[in-house]
Nanobody, 124 residues
Framework: VQLQASGGGLVQAGGSLRLSCAAS????????MGWFRQAPGKEREFVAG????????RYADSVKGRFTIARDNAKNTVYLQMNSLKPEDTAVYYC??????????????????WGQGTLVTVSS
C-alpha cells in the first residue's frame, strides 16, 4: 500500500489543523493505521492509532483530548484532527499502516508502510 499524507502547515498556538492520509489499493481496511511524528533532533513517536473498523482508538498522553483520529474505509483515508495546538506539537507527521497488529501498536518497527510526512509548525 502507498500512503500520501497532506494537510500540514503553519498555525498559531491554539489553532487547528486536519491531516489526511490517502492510501492506494483495495486493502486499506486490512490495516491498523497510525499517526507518528518526529521533531528535529528527536526520535519518531506514536501520536494516535485506529483499528481496522475504526471501533477503537489510542492516543499518546501528550495529545489526548486535543487530537482525534478517524478513518473512512470507503475513501481509503485516515484523518488526524488536531485542536488546541501547542508549539511542542511542531514536527513532521507521518501516517503508517500495520498489517499484522490485532490492535493499535505503538512502536515504529511494527508498522509496515509509511507515508512521506507532512510538516506541522505551531508558532507561539
Amino acid at each position: 500500500v502507498q500512503l500520501q499524507a497532506s494537510g500540514g502547515g503553519l498555525v498559531q498556538a491554539g489553532g487547528s489543523l486536519r491531516l489526511s492520509c490517502a492510501a492506494s489499493g483495495r486493502t486499506f481496511s486490512r490495516y491498523v493505521m497510525g499517526w507518528f511524528r518526529q521533531a528535529p533532533g528527536k526520535e519518531r513517536e506514536f501520536v494516535a492509532g485506529i483499528t481496522r473498523s475504526g471501533g477503537s482508538t489510542r492516543y499518546a498522553d501528550s495529545v489526548k483530548g486535543r487530537f482525534t483520529i478517524a478513518r473512512d474505509n470507503a475513501k481509503n483515508t485516515v484523518y488526524l484532527q488536531m485542536n488546541s495546538l501547542k508549539p511542542e506539537d511542531t514536527a513532521v507527521y507521518y501516517c503508517a499502516a500495520d498489517l499484522d497488529g490485532l490492535g493499535v501498536r505503538l512502536q515504529v518497527p511494527e508498522y509496515d508502510y509509511w507515508g512521506q510526512g507532512t510538516l506541522v509548525t505551531v508558532s507561539s
